[in-house]
């Protein structure tokens, strides 16, 4: 199989699993006491004529099976549904939410593979030295600590005692400057950067840990390989065979841990968000939770969810994209 | 052939165990022993043990100390009435009136008294027995939640692994799917919608099992694969048992061993996420001493006035997850030392 019949045989595996995440947000959302349209009117006393018209009207008074397949029918058509609750389309809802946790995501990532992968070279490097114990403890600490707990110390550190850095809300670098109160773009750009600091921190470190561990590991094991042995047998500098023998394929689980984390990474913006009053994706979800508001909950569900499968599909194509040993012949 | 059954069925479970078909579950017995006496060994792996042991002492004994050291656990005078609850049922911890100041610091500082040693909390209740106490609601959630995910995900992944095919297809896809939605997000939607919109810790522990059996499956699935290729078990179909008891008796037993370290290192993931279930108000509900819950407040209003309360139950949960993961990492070098230095 060519790597162009891989990539759509990859793509086509993908589809049960999103099929079973519309399964299960539906079920849930419908296995759930309480009918979204008297949750709507607020306990208020109306006449069942008027709820049945507000059923029909979205579909609310067909069978199971008839919904879910009208459900299916939208979200095929890109259609996420319409929020009774805030009688607007999920899509619009969520699209305006978007922004902010992509970047927070985003920075998140870039935080933690700026800091991991130099410092588990460093200490695959000094091996058993003071460098990879003092890595190894960063590690450990950063899977141990919950994210929103590493968010508040931050707060009460950097924003609460010290001052320098605020505690709440993001900067959007793509709103025009005046929208924020800012002079110029240079200003608006920083103000941005200084809110993105600790969100970024608080949400990369359990990343910068895990992928720590897994770039400390793996360079451990490519300088095992003979290939390096030859190479030091030649004489070439440790250096060249750290940079240029050793690196690269070290490099291609990382990109496994990143897709395969994204999950993590999306459940965990919902804890920051809270936590630095950010108004992204994950504060819209535990509003739509709190509301009740059982469309914009599946909306949500069904799009992280369909996030991280195709984040991890990509993962895949790219992984046979770069490395040519890796067989997409067969299954598995 | 029905005698023959059953009497093939009553030996088994010891007969292969000594027989010299059955290297594999020869293998993992000794390899237990083998796991323990390395673990002994390994420094950062009795690092952990120690600090686990501590934690699950704290939680098993905390009741029942409370009315006999004040000095200790703080105000103490109704914690008697809660002794007779059950784990997830505790009441309101208020000393009585007068007896103690809302947020007083921590002993070391100025204001601070002995009595309360880490302080107290906005409503006057010793923080210190709080954060106690609060161990008891992370470890038991931790372990009740691991027990569900490993006993949904062994019978889920032995079934897939023995069976193969199309079975095994339809169970691991429907398992992987629920890997794809965020765990946390998973758990809150199932929480909110079962309870009907009234969060209870009890259904976060059954929504964390819940999510936790795609990843037991798994791991138990990659076993069950070559056990399942073992003499003894074609010996055992052969005899004519029947499949149920094959997995149950001979399967399930022998594919344990990585399952088990996984339970541990898990444990502390369970910790993590229930504490930022708490956090978010879908744990533990607020009489409740729980580590996540008592964040929740602390990060709500006091983050200037007294910081303290943020600073407790953070590292509280800090030192028992790291536990469970420098436990959890030496028994896995112990159990595969490809990677060991």
Do not use: C
């Amino acid at each position: 199989m060519g790597l162009f019949r891989y990539t759509i045989f990859r793509l086509l595996q993908a589809i049960p699993v999103l099929i079973g995440i519309s399964i299960i947000t539906f079920a849930l959302a419908n296995l759930a006491p309480g009918d979204p349209v008297r949750l709507m009117l607020q306990g208020q006393e109306v006449d069942e004529e008027l709820i049945r018209t507000i059923e029909a009207r979205y579909g609310l008074d067909q069978p199971v099976h008839v919904r879910y397949w009208n459900y299916m029918t939208g979200l095929v058509q890109g259609d996420l549904g319409y929020s009774i609750h805030r009688r607007r389309p999920v899509a619009d809802l969520m699209l305006e939410r978007a922004g902010p946790t992509l970047l927070l995501v985003l920075s998140a990532y870039v935080f933690a593979l700026a800091t991991a992968i130099p410092l588990g070279v460093l200490a695959a490097k000094r091996r058993n030295k003071p460098a990879d114990h003092v890595s190894r403890i960063v590690a450990l600490v950063g899977v141990s600590t919950p994210s929103f707990w590493i968010g508040i110390m931050l707060i009460i550190v950097f924003a609460v005692q010290l001052g320098v850095l605020p505690s709440a809300g993001l900067v959007y670098p793509w709103q025009p400057p005046e929208a924020a109160g800012h002079s110029g773009y240079i200003e608006h750009w920083i103000e941005s950067i200084r809110h993105l600091i600790l969100p970024m921190i608080a949400l990369g470190t359990l990343q910068m840990a895990t992928l720590m561990r897994v770039e400390r590991t793996q360079m451990i094991e490519s300088l095992q390989q003979e290939y390096v042995t030859l190479a030091r047998a030649y004489g070439v500098p440790e250096r060249t065979i750290l940079r240029k023998h050793a690196f690269r394929s070290a490099q291609l689980p990382i990109i496994t841990i990143v897709g395969l984390n994204l999950s993590t990474a999306l459940g965990g913006a919902v804890l920051i968000e809270t936590v630095f009053a950010i108004n992204g994706m994950g504060r819209l979800f535990i509003e739509a939770i709190q509301q009740l508001d059982y469309q914009l909950v599946m909306g949500i569900t069904m799009v992280l969810g369909a996030i991280f499968v195709i984040g991890v599909v990509i993962t895949d194509i790219s992984y046979a994209y770069i490395d040519p040993r890796v067989t997409y012949g067969d299954r598995e | 052939m029905a005698t023959t059954e059953s009497q093939l069925e009553d030996q088994e479970p010891g007969a292969h165990a000594e027989g010299d078909t059955a290297d594999e579950a020869v293998e993992t017995r000794v390899g237990w022993r083998y796991t323990l006496a390395k673990v002994r060994r390994d420094a950062t792996a009795r690092i952990g043990f120690y600090i686990v042991a501590i934690v699950l002492f704290i939680a098993a004994f905390a009741a029942v100390d409370s009315n006999l050291s004040r000095l200790t656990f703080g105000a103490v005078s109704d914690y008697a009435a809660a002794e007779a609850l059950p784990i997830f049922d505790h009441p309101t911890r208020m000393p009585p009136p007068g007896e103690g100041n809302p947020n007083q610091p921590p002993a070391f500082l100025d204001g601070g008294t002995l009595s309360s040693p880490l302080g107290t909390d906005p409503q006057g209740r010793d923080y210190f027995t709080r954060v106690i106490y609060g161990s008891q609601v992370s470890v038991s959630v931790g372990i009740f939640s691991t027990a569900i995910g490993l006993i949904g995900g062994t019978i889920i992944g032995s079934v897939a692994g023995y069976y193969g095919g199309r079975i095994d297809d339809v169970l691991m896809r429907a398992v992987e799917t629920l890997y794809a939605i965020p765990p946390l997000v998973l758990i809150i939607v199932f929480i909110v919608f079962i309870s009907g919109g009234s969060p209870d810790i009890r259904f976060a522990v059954v929504g964390v099992g819940l999510t936790f059996i795609p990843v037991f499956a798994r791991i138990i699935r990659s076993r069950v694969l070559s056990v399942r290729e073992m003499d003894y078990i074609e010996a055992a179909r052969a005899a004519g048992v029947k499949d149920r008891n094959i997995i149950r008796r001979h399967v399930i037993p022998n594919s344990f061993a990585p399952v088990m370290v996984y339970a541990t290192l898990q444990i502390g993931v369970t910790i993590l996420i229930v504490a930022g279930l708490s956090f978010l108000g879908y744990g533990a509900q607020p009489p409740t001493p729980d580590w996540g819950e008592m964040l929740r407040i602390a990060h709500g209003r006091y983050m200037h006035s007294n910081i303290w309360l943020s600073i407790w139950p953070g590292l509280a949960i800090l030192v028992t997850i790291m536990g469970f993961n420098l436990f959890g990492d030496g028994l896995q070098d112990a159990l595969d030392p490809r990677i060991k230095e």
